[in-house]
């Protein structure tokens, strides 16, 4: 991917001042650059659906221990749900504040625009803010199926998580059938997510080199000044915060609490899968922090899928940046939207590399931010996935030291 992103840059740059304006380079980024890009985005919106509903809806299935664990489970899900609210706020108060996404001339935004305006124009129509009141109703969908095609993301989400609960409250033999169906849906999608992303080297050459050709140098600046923000807001939460509530609220020493988890952050950051890292946060959980076993075992598997701050955070600078980049002034209603989208997104993405791109390209759809800057996000993604990733392991761990406060470990 990284090479995609060199030649991709390098190649639109060379190509942009090389020919500048002649009629040959725009046709070639017509014809294909950006329709090799555009396929590589349109397979990321396809399986966009069935992986964030059946994710949603596991996820909130995986909370049914709370009737077995009580206040444990109501422990974790009032933790998780605050410390991913945290994380978002903090990257989109820096968001705000750092503007990353600014100083790009008007006419080069306008030469961007000018390829995706069709586009552009039609997620804007699609994703019109609407009142307040209008939006809590329109997030109930009268009909689930017509709102996955009318890619009402919102109403899909409402409606995973009432499959999720509807499946805590029923435990009958269908249901657990039920279950196993989502798992299976869930298994098939993530395996072609998988084999899209292994395109990704393609299409983020050619949406780079479709970007670079149109803007020449100019952007890497921004490239860099996003990077630079995802760093810091991750930087922030993971030695400010996770230090505060490991304190606070869970009774450990951050020192002894870092230094025990540095071989499930090395993994994490290594592999940049929550998921792969799982096996060893549970052994540093009962070996180096001594927690027991059946509040760890929980929380951190629950937390592998369900409490992902990093993604949540990076969910929410990255719409933001993009938002900023294209010229689209987002109210604050609408800022208030995508903090609550990342956090459930936080709950319904993939613990997997780039498991949060696709809910990116979602989120970009639903506030109208032209979805074709996401190549740009897809060449630096691999470094800030292992970023977040150890974040939010980091994460997991320190709740599984809150929600284990004044537990004593079950005999074995």
Not at 318 to 327: D, E, H, K, N
Request: proline share 4%.
């Amino acid at each position: 991917m990284l090479i995609g992103f060199a030649v991709g840059i390098l190649g639109g740059i060379a190509a942009r001042l090389l020919l500048g304006d002649d009629p040959r380079l725009a046709t070639f980024v017509e014809y294909v650059t950006q329709p090799a890009g555009q396929v590589f985005l349109r397979l990321l919106f396809m399986l966009v659906v069935p992986l964030v509903f059946c994710a949603l809806a596991l996820g909130v299935s995986g909370l049914g221990d709370v009737r077995a664990l009580g206040r444990v489970g109501l422990r974790t899900l009032v933790y998780t749900v605050a410390v991913s609210a945290i994380a978002v706020v903090i990257g989109i108060v820096l968001v705000n504040t750092l503007r990353p996404g600014d100083g790009l001339s008007p006419e080069l935004r306008a030469r961007m625009l000018e390829g995706a305006e069709q586009r552009a124009s039609a997620i804007a129509r699609t994703a019109a803010p609407k009142s307040g009141i209008a939006l809590l109703v329109e997030i109930v969908p009268s009909n689930p199926i017509r709102a996955a095609a009318d890619g009402d993301m919102l109403a899909v989400m409402f409606f995973a998580v009432m499959i999720g609960v509807g499946l805590i409250l029923t435990r009958s033999e269908a249901s657990r059938q039920f279950e196993k169906v989502l798992e299976g849906l869930y298994d098939v999608t993530l395996r072609l997510i998988h084999l899209v992303i292994s395109l990704a080297p393609v299409g983020v050459a050619a949406l780079l080199f479709t970007l670079t050709a149109q803007l020449g140098y100019e952007i890497l600046w921004q490239l860099a000044r996003y990077v630079g923000v995802v760093v810091l807001a991750l930087g922030l939460h993971q030695f400010v915060v996770y230090s505060l509530a490991v304190r606070l609220l869970g009774g450990m020493s951050p020192l002894v609490f870092f230094r025990g988890i540095r071989d499930a952050m090395v993994m994490a950051f290594s592999t940049a899968s929550s998921n792969a890292t799982l096996p060893t946060a549970l052994q540093v959980a009962e070996t180096e922090l001594h927690l027991p076993p059946q509040i760890s075992r929980f929380v951190l598997t629950v937390g592998a899928t369900a409490n992902q701050n990093g993604t949540a955070l990076f969910e929410g600078v990255t719409v933001l940046f993009l938002a900023q980049f294209f010229g689209v002034e987002l109210s604050l209603a609408q800022q208030t939207l995508v903090v609550g989208i990342c956090i459930l997104g936080g709950i319904g993405t993939a613990g997997v590399p780039a498991g949060s791109i696709p809910v990116v390209a979602m989120i970009l759809g639903v506030v109208g931010v032209p979805v074709e800057g996401i190549g740009m996000i897809l060449g630096v993604d691999r470094f800030l996935d292992m970023c977040r990733t150890t974040l939010n392991v980091t994460g997991d761990l320190a709740a599984a030291v809150v929600v284990s406060r004044g537990e004593r470990a079950q005999p074995t």
